[in-house]
C-alpha cells in the first residue's frame, strides 16, 4: 500500500475474495491500495496465500475440503479463522453478515463470478438481500455490479455499456440519458430488462423505481 494513502478503519470498503473465477492482479491490487480489512472465504484461503494476496479473516462453514492449520504456521497467525457453520447462508452471505456486525459499511467483493454457476448466480442475486444495510459490489476484469437505489445519479462517459437487471420485479422505472430510455416500464426476470444499454452522451445517467430490486452493471468489455 501508498504511503501517502490514509485509510481509516471501516470508513473505506472492506474487500470479500470469494472462491470464483480470479480477476487480474493488477484490478485486485488497485482496489487493495484502498483496502483496511480484507476476508477470504472457506475455499479461496489457498488460492490467496499462494498469489500473495493479504488477509485479515478466513469465514466460512470450512466445507470446501481446504485443510490449513494457521497455528502450525507462524506467518500466518494474524488470520482470524471463523467458523460460521449456518447452512441456510452461503458463505458470501455470512461474510457479508460479518462485515456488517463489525460495523463496515461497504464492501467489494472479487472473485465471485464465473467457475461454478450456482454460485456466481447467487452471489449476484445476494446484493439485493443487502441493500439497505451496507453498500456492496462485485467486481471482475469484465463489469461493476450493485445495487441501484430508487434514486441514482451518476456521470458516464458516452457509449459506457449499461445493464439495469431486475431481481424479481422492478417498478415504474424510468431513466435519462440512455440510448434506449425507459419511461415507467415494469422490468421482470426473465421477460423483460434492460441488457446491454449504453451512455447516449457524456453526462449524468438518472434512474428512477418506486418498488423492487434493481442492480446497475456496467460493463467494460
Known sequence: ????????????????????????LGLLGDIMEWTPFTLVLDG???????AGIRCDVWLGDFDSGVDLNLEEHPHLSHIKKVHAPNQDLTD???????????????ANIMWATGRRQDHHLNNILTLSR?????????????????PCPKEFKK???KGT???????????DVYTTNLKWNLSGELLHLPEFTSSSNEVLEDGFV??????????IMECWD
Do not use: T
Open 1 to 24: 500500500m501508498s504511503s501517502h494513502h490514509i485509510v481509516r478503519d471501516n470508513q473505506e470498503p472492506a474487500l470479500i475474495i470469494a472462491n470464483g473465477e480470479s480477476c487480474d
Open 44 to 50: 479461496a484461503l489457498q488460492r490467496v496465500l499462494d
Open 92 to 106: 458470501l452471505q455470512k461474510g457479508i453478515e460479518y462485515l456488517i456486525n463489525e460495523g463496515f459499511s461497504g
Open 130 to 146: 443487502y441493500a439497505d444495510k451496507i453498500s456492496l459490489n462485485i467486481i471482475d476484469d469484465h463489469s461493476r455490479i450493485y
Open 155 to 157: 456521470w458516464y462517459k
Open 161 to 171: 455499456h449499461l445493464s439495469l437487471i431486475p431481481v424479481g420485479e422492478a417498478h
Open 206 to 215: 438518472e434512474i428512477s423505481f418506486k418498488e423492487g430490486h434493481l442492480l
